[in-house]
C-alpha cells in the first residue's frame, strides 16, 4: 500500500523518471507531468491536499 501520492513536474524526463524510481521505491505512488499546464491538469483531477512548488 502506498504511503501517499507526489507529483513530479519536470521538464526533463530523465529527471522524472529518476525521481519515480526513488520515490516508488520508498513506497509512494507517482504522478509526472512535463510542464505546469499538465501539473496543473492533474491537480484539478486528483485533488491533493498539499501542493509544494520548488525550482
Known amino acids: 500500500m502506498a504511503k501517499g501520492t507526489i507529483l513530479v513536474v519536470d521538464d526533463e524526463k530523465e529527471i522524472r523518471d529518476l525521481i ?3 520515490l516508488k521505491h ?4 507517482v504522478l509526472k507531468a512535463s510542464d505546469s499546464r499538465m501539473a496543473l491538469g492533474v491537480l484539478l483531477s486528483f485533488g491533493f491536499s ?3 512548488i520548488t525550482q
Open 50 to 52: 498539499c501542493v509544494r
Open 20 to 22: 519515480d524510481i526513488y
Open 26 to 29: 520508498k513506497g509512494y505512488h
